[in-house]
């Protein structure tokens, strides 16, 4: 007689089991064999295994930089990604487009209570994956589970450790009137795709969260020999945020050219769809480079070098004057002033 | 004319800017805004200060100590502390237990839209005034803000990087029977405060957190020449906790001896009321420590010569038998295993 496929064929398991209860935080046994069997089975690497309060590490032989991130994105999944990807790559990437190689990483993770362990081990598969792939271990970590209600299934923070580059020389004070600004790729795709997973939009199947690790792209950029003077990945606020950052810092003024802008046409149909600029909206593997005038060239080069940056462009140009402002030429050659959006937010994209 | 005391003499604030909106997070204006006005007018330091996406810092000079923490507390606000005191002090802590001097903090917050902007001044000032005291910079950090009811209030995660102390050889592996169990002070004030906080109980005025930077205790301890093997802070789980996480890694046993382990008479009287074992309550300003035998009066003067260990005892002895066990002797002689508590959570105590 063939097994009634209705019923289970086996004890069901009980439910508490395949969940985040409240004891998984409290400390004691459950608080460790969750660490063991889900984390440390994970992550395992000799500065993880001791399950010390802290990681003891090796001696940096360089400057030291640090950065810190929470990944509080909604829905955990999405087209190109998940929480876990986003929380490694964000640190990866703060790290790099501050001119260091990452190398050690920390991840807390808030759990609400009743969370599937099932999602809990997609996400670290992810993040494991992730990790792996961009060379760093994830060196120490903590676990904290609140009562159902008190938080939205899984928020991670990760902070990131490395060693600065010695050819990394980056900061607002480097950037010139007559600098070049470039961009690794086209815009917008992550903030859309994150739309369209929330709301259920059907903003066509190519649109993808564009979440990746920029550190590569950034050690071919430096070594180039390009004359980099100021990096950062245009994540929430998008270009247009990053680019404001920076005249407000510098009292300096930029002119981008729109019709340099790289933009699927995937994401260009969104944006003309919901009304949205495609410089708004955040992006999770994209580079902004503000180089020297005569570094340009190269510095191009040594992005489209690599598949992450084979789209890359040349967007505009750093001025002196109107200060603080953001200008956009159109095709016409008509310039506007590109101001930021508020009001409006996406909220929990990254 | 005197003016109406029942109306406002002057416009009354729209309400929108006494509290975190959902802009205060997507990475524009407000975002910007908040960092500069809260948050780097509070904390500022040369690492912080560029407002770079990490923060670089000086080549440290010696093995990199990493560890992180997230801090969930509820209330925020309690008896002897609030969230940004913890949220210092449980990385410092960590670092601390680690033999490691604590030299940097990242602060990533999780806001809820709706957090009334006072009330994340004045934990903003609370986690100052801690770094201030313990001598550490905060030199990178991260805001995120999510919907009403995806949180609840604020989360914070610190993470802190600190330099290995040359004194320091600490370890699982280097606890042997025979060595000598101390604590720096009494035991279970933190979870008994959250406990009277949260739920109204009248426990005696005096009972308040014992939330404390453990370092320069450390340092003292470690300075006195004292074999130390092994120290922990003693936070959820409570110090059966830590002692049942030794005894598991290292495969010996522990015996405590009950008159032995200091409770201050107010706590006390609360856990005999409640029916809860102090033994199994949160602190977050103790000490565990595990010496050799022969330096136990040294290690215990070190521990009493400051203000935060003077009331030091030492409380029991690793044996070798019956493995993975933690003992507890009652004043009588009597010995009954200790296990852990599990099921009966106090949940967001830190």
Redesign the interface.
Known sequence: MKPNTFLPSCPMPHADTERIQ??H????????RLIREELLAAFANPFLN?????????????????????S?V?PLFFPGGDIGLLAVHGAI???A????DPM?L?????LEEGLPIETLRRIIRSVKNAADACGVSI????T????R????QI?I?T????R?RPDADL??QRVRPGDKILISGTIGDHGLAILSAREGLDLGNQLGSDTAPLHHLVANLLESGADVHFL??P????V??VL??LV??SALAIRIEEAALPVSPCARGACELLGLDPLHI?NEGKLVAVVGAESAGAALNALRYQLLGNQAAIIGDVIASPSAEVLLANRFGQVRIID????A????IC
Chains 1, 2 share one sequence.
């Not at 030291?64 to 929470?70: A, R």
């Not at 487009?97 to 260091?100: D, I, L, M, N, T």
């Not at 902070?159 to 490395?162: C, F, H, R």
């Not at 994540?235 to 998008?238: E, H, I, S």
């Open positions: 409240l004891a935080g409290e400390g004691a046994r459950l608080t460790r001791p399950l010390a309060d802290a990681a003891t590490l090796p001696e940096l032989g360089g400057r030291l930089v640090m950065t810190t991130d929470s509080v909604s990437n703060d790290l487009v501050s001119g260091a050690y920390s991840i807390a993770m808030i060196v120490t970590g903590d904290k589970v609140v009562p209600g008190a938080a939205d928020f923070c902070t990131g450790i490395g600065l900061g607002v950062r990945d994540t929430r606020g998008g247009a945020g404001h950052e407000e810092q955040a930021e959006p508020s009001g937010p996406l909220p929990r």
